[in-house]
């Protein structure tokens, strides 16, 4: 996705609020001042909104490492309450009346998990969107193409995921397409990688031994711009499932010969634009 003027602003707030978490005001100073400096380098009209974001984090690792402890809290809270929830999502799941509707619900589920805000995490997340769902107080995301036809027709699915706490939604989707018979690669994040989903938080939810492969990539994952294991599972896949903001600014629009799938909440008005929906809406889209 290429940038909108009100990128850089928002790069810029969901990197320093993360990084700054445990630093001292001497630290931050330094921290803001590089993270402009990589900005004011490599912000352009012509960027991929992804890549930015690498450059930016790549900058300021040393924070990242520092901030880890933090995370690391939240997250194992984080995947203790989506874990909580996961009885509840399967027997909603399995309601539906169809392969596809289950299909579906399982997928919407894994949306509605999306729920990051753009500024750092003050808590553990609660997923109360995912806990509405299941107890009928509030509707579906928004599904946009038919989901289900795409991955029938695929073999090898590329499941980039996002968050940790949300990551245990993800199984249920992961669940649906082994279920169908396919193989997935799912991607996480190398630690440390403020609340995202690393091999760790995947293992809670046994999904390494759910997905055929779990592989790590260092920020988020750009096409052709990371190790060559990582690329070439990105080849290799004929679908590719993107869950939340971060993955859906690397992605949309540069995928021109694959199908892909994103789940996510759209947070901020170039994404909610660029998707068709309003800001604060949980969305499912088919991108081919």
Not at 20 to 40: N, P, T
């Amino acid at each position: 996705m290429k940038p909108d003027v009100d990128c850089a602003a928002c790069i810029l707030k969901w990197v320093y609020q993360r990084a700054r978490v445990l630093a001292d005001e001497k630290e931050r100073f330094h921290l803001i001042k590089d993270m402009l400096g990589v900005l004011s380098r490599e912000f352009s009209s012509e960027s991929n909104v992804g890549l930015l974001c690498n450059k930016t984090t790549e900058s300021i690792s040393e924070f990242m490492f520092a901030s880890a402890e933090y995370y690391e809290e939240l997250k194992f809270k984080s995947n203790r309450l989506a874990d909580g929830l996961l009885p509840a999502a399967r027997d909603f799941i399995n309601r539906g009346e169809t392969p596809d509707k289950q299909f579906e619900r399982a997928f919407c589920l894994a949306s509605a998990g999306n729920v990051a805000p753009i500024g750092a995490p003050s808590g553990a997340f609660e997923f109360d969107e995912v806990e509405n769902i299941v107890k009928g107080r509030i509707p579906l995301p928004v599904m946009i193409g038919d989901v289900y036809k795409a991955a029938q027709g695929a073999t090898n699915v590329l499941y980039i995921a996002d968050n940790a706490g949300e990551i245990g939604f993800d199984s249920l989707a992961i669940a649906s397409l082994k279920e169908m018979g396919l193989k997935v690669t799912l991607i996480v994040k190398e630690a440390p990688f403020f609340e995202d989903a690393t091999i760790k938080d995947a293992s809670f939810f046994a999904l390494n031994e759910l997905a055929d492969k779990i592989l790590s990539v260092r920020g988020v994952f750009v096409p052709g711009e990371s190790i060559p294991t990582l690329n070439d599972a990105f080849r290799q896949s004929d679908l590719v499932i993107a869950k939340g903001t971060g993955n859906y600014e690397a992605l949309a629009g540069e995928l021109v010969d694959k199908a892909t799938i994103y789940m996510l909440k759209a947070k901020c008005r170039p994404v909610a634009i660029s998707i068709g929906v309003e800001m604060g809406y949980f969305v499912v889209k088919l991108e081919k």
